[in-house]
């Protein structure tokens, strides 16, 4: 799994494409939850198209790996959740 690398000061949008290889044909996503471990990292907005979600974080520990989690439900009732990693550094 690729690691993306975040200053403990940078505010940056991470997006999950779920339109290639997992959203069928007319499919779209009707709502998306992000989940952020351990909790010193926030989340300062998020949203969605029809087929990626995106979600802007901010703060974290120098030296620490995050998982940011998307969950989200189609239009067809389907639900999924996938995963990064984020580790802070000072840059």
């Known amino acids: 799994m690729k690691v993306y690398l975040k200053d403990p000061d940078a505010m940056l949008d991470y997006t999950m494409d779920w339109g290639g290889g997992?959203?069928?044909s007319g499919?779209?996503?009707?709502?998306?939850i992000w989940t952020i471990i351990p909790g010193d990292m926030t989340q300062s907005a998020a949203g969605n198209t029809a087929s990626d979600c995106t979600v802007t974080v901010q703060?974290?520990?120098?030296?620490h790996?995050?998982?940011?989690?998307n969950r989200i439900t189609t239009s067809q009732g389907r639900t999924d959740e996938r995963s990064?990693?984020?580790r802070v550094e000072q840059r």
Do not use: D, P
């Not at 703060?59 to 030296?63: A, E, F, K, R, V």
């Open 22 to 24: 997992y959203l069928q």
């Open 27 to 32: 499919e779209t996503i009707s709502s998306s």
């Open 59 to 63: 703060g974290g520990i120098s030296g």
């Open 65 to 69: 790996i995050y998982q940011l989690t």
């Open 84 to 86: 990064i990693s984020v």
